[in-house]
C-alpha cells in the first residue's frame, strides 16, 4: 500500500527551510507527536464546536451499527486533522488505514487500497486535495456507491469491470478545502473546519504534553510557551521540547518563565509567536514592496519559498493576527504590521488595505 506522503512532500521543503516553528516534520518529530496525540475524543482539547459534531456523527453511527458519513476535515498545518481521523477510528472501535493524495497518483493505486479495506474501516486520506484526477474520479464512485470500475483493455475493446467493495468510512484532511472539486467535496456528509488554538487552549494541551513527557512547567511558563505557539498544537508541542533542552542544558530542569523566555528568544520565535518565514513575509512586504499590494508569486520569490507554503502556512496566521489583508490586487502590511517590525509605514497606507474579504471579487486570490 502506498504510505503517507506527509508534509515531507511539500515543496520548497529542505534544510535551509527547517524552522522551529516549522509546520514539517522529520521522523523522530513524527514518533514523539504519535506519543503525545491525544487517543479520544474526551481528551482532545480545543475545537469545541467541530468535537462536540464530530462526537454525535460518531455515536449515532455506533447506536445504527452502520458505517458514519465520509468525513472532511480542513485547516492548516499542525492543528489536528490527523488526530482527529485516528480519533474517529478509535470511537468506532475500527482499524485505520491511512495514505494521502500525492501517495495516489494512479487509479489503480487506490483501487488496491479500497479493495483491501475490511468492513467499516477508516480511511484516512491526508492532503486529499493533491490526488491525481483519475484517482478522485474513482473516489466519487467508491464514496457513493462503495464500487469501483475497474478498466481491463484498451481503446474500444475496454471493459469495466464493477468491484463492490465494502462500505468504510473516508476521513479526508486538507490546508485547501478550495481547491477540492465540488463533486469530491460533496461526498463528504460531514466537513470539520479546524481554526487556530486559542492560548488557553494551547496552554491545556501544553500541561497535557508536559505530563506526559515527565517534565516539570511552572504556570507562567506554559502561558509564555501557549502565547508564542502561532494557535497551533503542533508548534506548541515543539516549543515545549526546546524550551525542556534549555532548562535541562542551562538550567536545573525544570521550566519556569525565565527559561522558556531565554529558549524562545534564542529559536527566534518572537512575542506574539511569529517565526522566521512570518517575519520573513512581514519584512519582505513592508521593507520592500512598501507595504503591498504585492502578489502572492512575487511575496514567496522575496522569501524564497513556494507561493503554496506562503499561502497556506504563513498566510493564515498573519491574516487572523490583523497583520496582513487579502485583497484584489495582492497582499497588504496592516498598520499593526508595519508597528510590530517597529517601522512607519509610508503616508497614505495602500487604499486596499481596509477592503473585507467578501467584497473581494477575487476571493482573496490575486493572480498575477
Ligand atoms: P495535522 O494533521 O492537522 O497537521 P496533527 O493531528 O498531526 O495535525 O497534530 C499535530 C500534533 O499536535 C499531534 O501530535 C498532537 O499531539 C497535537 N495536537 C493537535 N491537536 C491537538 C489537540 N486538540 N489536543 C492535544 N494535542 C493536539
Redesign the pocket.
Known amino acids: 500500500m502506498p504510505t503517507a506522503g506527509r508534509?515531507g512532500a511539500e515543496p520548497g521543503e529542505g534544510p535551509e527551510t527547517a524552522r522551529v516553528v516549522d509546520?514539517n516534520r522529520d521522523a523522530d518529530e513524527q514518533l514523539i507527536?504519535?506519543a503525545?496525540?491525544?487517543k479520544r475524543l474526551s481528551?482532545?482539547?480545543?475545537?469545541v464546536r467541530v468535537r462536540e459534531q464530530l462526537d454525535l456523527v460518531l455515536r449515532a453511527a455506533k447506536q445504527r451499527g452502520s458505517a458514519p458519513d465520509h468525513i472532511l476535515?480542513s485547516?492548516p498545518?499542525?492543528?489536528?486533522?490527523?488526530?482527529?481521523a485516528m480519533i474517529v477510528a478509535a470511537e468506532l472501535e475500527r482499524p485505520i488505514r491511512v495514505t494521502s493524495g500525492p501517495a495516489i497518483q494512479h487509479a489503480g493505486d487506490l483501487a488496491a487500497v479500497l479493495s483491501s479495506l475490511a468492513e467499516h474501516e477508516v480511511l484516512f486520506l491526508?492532503e486529499i486535495h493533491r490526488m491525481s484526477r483519475a484517482a478522485e474520479e474513482m473516489l466519487y464512485l467508491a464514496m457513493e456507491d462503495f464500487r469501483v470500475d475497474i478498466v481491463v483493455g484498451k481503446g474500444p475493446g475496454a471493459t469495466a469491470i464493477p468491484l463492490e467493495l465494502a462500505p468504510f468510512t473516508v476521513v479526508g484532511?486538507t490546508t485547501r478545502q478550495g481547491l477540492l472539486p465540488a463533486p469530491l467535496r460533496d461526498r463528504f456528509g460531514f466537513t470539520g473546519h479546524?481554526d487556530f488554538?486559542d492560548p488557553a487552549?494551547l496552554a491545556q494541551?501544553l500541561r497535557?504534553?508536559a505530563r506526559l513527557l515527565a517534565v516539570s512547567v511552572s504556570e507562567d511558563a506554559i502561558e509564555e510557551i501557549a502565547g508564542r505557539s502561532r494557535g497551533t498544537?503542533?508548534i506548541a508541542?515543539r516549543l515545549l521540547r526546546r524550551v525542556r533542552d534549555w532548562a535541562q542544558v542551562y538550567g536545573d530542569g525544570r521550566i519556569d518563565a525565565a527559561a522558556a523566555h531565554a529558549a524562545l528568544d534564542l529559536f527566534d520565535v518572537d512575542p506574539i509567536g511569529l517565526d522566521r518565514l512570518d517575519r520573513a513575509v512581514l519584512e519582505a512586504l513592508c521593507r520592500r514592496y512598501g507595504g503591498g499590494p504585492v502578489g502572492i508569486t512575487t511575496l514567496a520569490v522575496a522569501v524564497a519559498e513556494e507561493p503554496d507554503t506562503v499561502e497556506t502556512v504563513a498566510e493564515p496566521y498573519l491574516e487572523r493576527q490583523g497583520l496582513i489583508r487579502r485583497t484584489p490586487r495582492g497582499r497588504v502590511a496592516t498598520p499593526t504590521a508595519w508597528a510590530h517590525l517597529g517601522l512607519t509605514p509610508p503616508a497614505p497606507l495602500p487604499d486596499q488595505a481596509y477592503l473585507p474579504l467578501d467584497e473581494d471579487p477575487a476571493g482573496g486570490r490575486f493572480t498575477e
Open positions: 508534509y509546520p507527536e504519535a503525545l496525540r491525544p481528551e482532545f482539547d480545543g475545537q476535515l485547516g498545518p499542525g492543528l489536528g486533522k490527523t488526530t482527529l491526508d484532511a479546524l488554538y487552549e494541551i497535557r504534553s498544537p503542533r508541542n
